[in-house]
């Protein structure tokens, strides 16, 4: 069964400071690894995809890594600022079947100043 | 705005009632998927379509749920004689193709609280 294990479950930090988030999964064939931003109330907006060949990607103060040996994934936020804070979801594709993703549960993240 | 469109945003409603919401995907998109989602949890997939063809429905789509896709364009969630576990956020999503490397771009949600 596809599976996305995400950890922690939720995270407090202060304005400024870094944090990174983890996902582990079990989904075969591996296709791609997104990682969303999701403010409260509001639908998932895509940050980073990762596919098989692919160890680090960036999009401004997020950092996104994949070994897709050890079928592990972490979002790295530098310098944390308060409109950070929202849940962040790990989402993997297969490359067979449907191409339906497995969503993890998310982080929740709270930015304090 | 050319994103993805949902309506309601909120809709309260009393246990036994109907309710139907509303799903406008991005123009081009041809794919169109509905997710549920509750509070501290992922997204949990419903169903999708392929223009206007329903390919794949969730287990958790149970009788009382229902989905349309006319003409390939908006679709509906429709779901009778509500009840209070079916409170929740429904999201809808769209993407260009069927691949998975498409991008599935979400929209708002419509938040349903069943009294």
């Known amino acids: 069964k596809n599976q996305v294990e995400q950890s922690p479950q939720s995270l407090i930090i202060l304005e400024g400071k870094n944090c990174t988030l983890q996902c582990n999964y079990t989904v075969s064939p591996f296709s791609n690894l997104r990682w969303y931003k999701q403010d409260t109330g509001r639908g998932p907006v895509s940050l980073t995809i990762?596919?098989?060949?692919?160890n680090t990607k960036s999009n401004g103060r997020y950092t996104a890594t994949l070994d897709a040996d050890t079928k592990q994934s972490s979002l790295h936020i530098t310098a944390s600022q308060l409109s950070d804070s929202a849940s962040y979801i790990c989402v993997v594709s297969s490359s067979g079947g449907s191409y339906i993703p497995t969503f993890g549960r998310g982080t929740s993240l709270i930015v304090h100043p | 705005d050319t994103g993805v469109s949902q309506n309601p945003r909120h809709k309260i409603t009393k246990r036994g009632q109907n309710v139907t919401f509303r799903c406008d995907p991005i123009?081009?998109?041809?794919?169109l998927y509905w997710y549920r989602q509750t509070l501290g949890q992922g997204p949990e997939f419903l169903t999708y379509?392929?223009?206007?063809?329903?390919?794949?429905k969730s287990r958790l789509l149970s009788d009382r749920f229902s989905a349309e896709r006319p003409k390939g364009s908006f679709s509906t969630l429709e779901i009778q004689r509500t009840e209070q576990g079916d409170s929740a956020m429904y999201l809808c999503?769209?993407?260009?193709?069927?691949?998975?490397?498409?991008?599935?771009?979400f929209g708002p949600g419509t938040r349903l609280t069943v009294t």
């Open positions: 123009s081009e998109h041809n794919r």
């Open positions: 990762m596919t098989f060949s692919e």
């Open positions: 379509f392929q223009n206007e063809a329903q390919l794949e």
């Open positions: 999503a769209s993407s260009l193709g069927q691949g998975a490397r498409y991008e599935q771009y």
